[in-house]
């Protein structure tokens, strides 16, 4: 029996079931044990899951989604859970998302705005950091007890700041903001001072703080800045002209060889790394369109990759077992944090008076800038080698960081969504139709350019897509023009793809191209053309060729013509050149804006040409265009515009004419050939013609003050004032000849009328088209539009016209007449004079009617 009770007894324990608490203490024993992970594929799985679900978790919350990386860094850090080890990988990772932060921060800068305010970025950064370093000194020396040097310490401690908040401001588009601008552009002058503090501190400790250490100091950074600022961009405008790579991925590299070479030296000569990458950015910012897939490719890397391993690292440094067990580090945490909002507050509450910010910009900007990590830490943990700060104040400066990093973020968010409801594009309301962008492509190596062009102008918060067009001729082999097409559309669909901007392929077959793009325009509503022109001489004397001649005189909507031989990113300035009235024109305003908005994105400065009395109307109307751009005004002779524009050109300049179609009220048959002129003489430079919507019809009625008439030249026209098959003969004598009959009993008016047309013919190129001139004045002795018309089989020798003139064309308006209605009516008699065969048939003409029945067909 004894027996069988023990078989029993061993059998019953064999079987008896398990305990589930402790089983559970079992499993997690071993999963402590195994903590933290060690492999890196797990690793970096974990620290994508982070990212990931985090921000997710802060945006149910109504919390900005970096907040929740940075709780998610404490929670499962060496200090907490113990997940994740702050490791060398970690901590590279974490080092090299600050240096991206920094960089992307500098290229994403409005140059333009920063230039304006520089002296309220120096100014407010000034504040920024000297209000609370004062009051750290204040504070370290009379509440803590701390010496001078470590009260400095603290001092630089509270008085810098880091962009944590800088990936919020951007994603809600504030970033060009002014007040967003000089606080961004302040942390360069906070973060180089604090370290410029700890610099000295460190040299006191050793005892090394002599002239000599000065003198090194700054001569070092001195010849940094200057490799910095003068080096970067010729080596990047070398870069881009001649290694650029369609593809992107050559580009992105060159960016960060040139980024963490900055940093590295930077750190060398004995400034923070940060330093050296936000005055890369800001170096490369030209170079770099924010509209482009190469700034398309920077942010994405960025925000899914570098800048939220930065925010891991940081919250990995909070220890929640010293802040369970030390009362102290939480006192101390509590001075510090309020060192640094009432020193940051204090800042920027005298900022936001001294220079008008609005409320809701001087919350954005206090959490811009009180979020402490980069050289907070520097500064912190240099104080803890040097024995200045003990573990308790190292705990402390974390919780600070942790704290103002959370309110920071949350302050952007929260104010500044009003500072962006609040933000004006223009001036002006635009036009309801939506903007939308059609690009012909025809030539693949041109098609990068082309749209680049169309990134450029497209409003930034336009949901538009941008329309790429192949349009197949059908007289053709349909079929494989067709398939080259798409597979041309397929490169842009990829390309603008990169770039984030929507895309809609189109293909059209019609009986020529210029029909096509016209009918594309009209089935999508097309609000914009972008279309590329080659420069070459056209064979038919069109002005710039058959198709985009056809296209301009069939289509009212803006139409931007460009000559790309260099890339647009290299552009310093944008020359733009306006013709006399252009200013009148109802789509000036918009033409304008896009312009300027062109400028921005290229981060170039704008160089207005025009005549001295236009520019006097120009000047007062253009600063009231937003967005606002660094501008010069020149006056410009039109009769030697080109050898002018030599003399004034740059290397790295853009051509812009605001041109006008014919008919339009700025228009004439000298800026009409002016492309060509320019092709010629700057074959090197890029050049973009801007033809504005023609948002009304012009009024090309013929004008008299006494008696309106809507009669045409032909109907003007007496025998008396033709002149017709006359002989050779010299300007002048021709000029007499074609006038005299007409003023036969006003001597005065003959020579009054003379001297004026001759003035014109010698000022001016009058020709009209080979063999045809116009001359045209304004005289007191005629009392509405007088019209002349001199044939000679012979020829006439005209003033600045290279070949024998066998037609001339006088204009005589009266004195009082407006301009406008004069170059009206100048315009229409250059665009009937503008038929290839015009010149022949009037050339033989030998009477008066046949002359009168040539112009009433031209008509």
Do not use: C
């Not at 970033?175 to 370290?195: F, K």
């Not at 959490?367 to 003990?390: D, H, K, W």
């Amino acid at each position: 029996m004894l027996v069988f009770a023990r078989v029993v007894e061993s059998l019953s324990a064999a079987y008896d079931p398990p305990d589930p608490f402790g089983l559970a203490m079992n499993y997690l024993q071993t999963i402590t044990d195994a903590l933290p992970v060690t492999d890196p594929v797990l690793v970096f799985a974990l620290v994508m899951l982070i990212i990931l679900v985090a921000p997710l978790a802060m945006w149910r919350l109504r919390l900005p989604g970096i907040i929740g990386v940075l709780i998610a860094g404490a929670i499962t850090g060496p200090n907490a859970l113990g997940i994740l080890e702050r490791d060398r990988t970690i901590e590279l990772l974490g080092t090299v998302g600050l240096m991206y932060l920094m960089f992307v921060a500098g290229m994403s800068m409005d140059l333009h705005q920063f230039k304006q305010m520089r002296g309220r970025s120096i100014s407010f950064g000034t504040l920024s950091f000297a209000i609370p370093q004062g009051l750290g000194i204040t504070a370290g020396m009379m509440m803590l007890g701390y010496d001078v040097a470590t009260a400095l310490l603290l001092g630089s401690i509270v008085g810098s700041h880091t962009l944590l908040a800088y990936p919020v401001a951007k994603r809600i588009g504030i970033t060009r903001n002014g007040a967003v601008t000089a606080a961004i552009g302040g942390t360069i002058v906070t973060d180089g001072l604090s370290l410029s503090v700890l610099a000295v501190v460190v040299a006191m400790s050793v005892g090394e703080l002599s002239t000599m250490f000065w003198m090194q100091f700054s001569g070092m950074v001195g010849a940094f800045v200057a490799a910095i600022v003068f080096g970067l961009p010729l080596l990047g405008k070398w870069f881009f002209r001649n290694v650029s790579s369609d593809r992107g991925d050559i580009d992105f590299v060159f960016l960060m060889v040139v980024l963490f070479f900055s940093a590295a030296l930077s750190s060398f000569v004995g400034l923070a790394p940060i330093v050296g990458a936000f005055l890369a950015g800001l170096t490369m910012n030209r170079l770099v369109p924010d509209t482009g897939p190469l700034m398309n490719r920077l942010n994405f890397v960025g925000d899914a990759l570098f800048i939220p391993f930065f925010l891991l690292w940081i919250g990995m440094l909070v220890d929640f077992r010293a802040l369970a067990t030390s009362l102290d580090v939480w006192i101390m945490a509590g001075i510090f944090t309020g060192l640094v909002i009432v020193g940051k507050g204090l800042a920027t509450l005298i900022a936001s008076v001294a220079f008008g910010y609005t409320k809701d910009e001087g919350w954005t900007v206090f959490g811009l800038t009180i979020p402490q990590a980069a050289a907070t830490l520097a500064v912190t943990l240099i104080g803890f080698q040097l024995e200045m700060f003990s573990q308790t104040e190292v705990n402390a400066v974390v919780v600070m960081i942790l704290l103002t990093a959370i309110a920071g973020p949350w302050l952007v968010e929260h104010f500044g969504r009003r500072v962006a409801l609040q933000e004006e594009i223009a001036p002006f309301k635009p036009g309801e139709a939506p903007l939308r962008i059609l690009i012909p492509l025809a030539n693949p190596s041109s098609a990068p350019a082309l749209m680049d062009l169309a990134f450029m102008i497209r409003r930034p918060d336009s949901p538009e897509p941008v329309y790429p067009l192949m349009v197949a001729n059908e007289a053709g082999d349909v079929q494989t023009q067709v398939a080259a097409g798409e597979r041309m559309l397929g490169y842009a669909v990829i390309y603008a793809s990169g770039a984030g901007v929507p895309v809609q392929p189109v293909t059209r077959v019609d009986t020529n191209i210029a029909n096509g793009i016209t009918r594309a325009v009209t089935e999508l509503r097309i609000s914009t053309v972008v279309i590329g022109w080659s420069g070459s001489p056209s064979r038919n004397r069109q002005a710039l060729g058959s198709v985009l001649d056809q296209v301009l005189r069939d289509n009212s909507q803006t139409v931007i013509i460009s000559r790309l031989t260099s890339p647009l990113n290299t552009t310093q300035r944008v020359v733009l050149i306006v013709p006399k009235f252009a200013e009148r024109e109802p789509d000036f305003g918009e033409a304008i804006r896009t312009i300027k908005l062109l400028t921005t994105r290229l981060g170039a400065k704008l160089h207005v040409i025009a005549s001295d009395f236009e520019i006097k109307h120009l000047e007062p109307r253009m600063k009231r265009i937003k967005p606002q751009v660094e501008t010069t005004f020149v006056a410009a002779d039109w009769s030697s515009l080109p050898p002018q524009l030599e003399e004034q050109l740059h290397d790295d300049d853009l051509l812009v004419l605001l041109h006008t179609r014919e008919g339009r009220l700025p228009w004439t048959p000298e800026l009409s050939r002016l492309p060509r002129r320019l092709v010629d003489r700057f074959p090197q430079h890029n050049l973009v013609l801007f033809y504005p919507s023609e948002a009304t019809t012009p009024d090309t009625t013929w004008y008299s003050p006494s008696q309106p008439t809507t009669h045409g030249p032909s109907r003007l026209l007496e025998p008396a004032r033709s002149a017709l098959d006359i002989p050779h003969m010299s300007f002048d004598d021709a000029l007499e000849y074609a006038i005299s009959p007409h003023f036969k009993d006003k001597p005065d008016a003959i020579v009054y009328a003379h001297e004026a047309l001759t003035k014109n013919a010698r000022d001016y190129t009058t020709e009209v088209t080979p063999g045809i001139v116009l001359l045209h004045a304004h005289v007191p002795f005629v009392d509405q539009p007088t019209f002349f018309v001199v044939t000679s089989k012979d020829g006439l020798e005209v003033p600045r016209v290279t070949k024998p003139a066998h037609v001339m064309i006088l204009l005589l308006s009266p004195q009082d007449l407006p301009a406008e209605e004069h170059l009206r009516t100048l315009a229409s008699i250059a665009r009937m004079m503008r038929s290839p065969d015009l010149v022949e048939r009037l050339r033989d003409v030998e009477t008066f009617e046949q002359l009168q029945e040539i112009l009433t067909v031209q008509q």
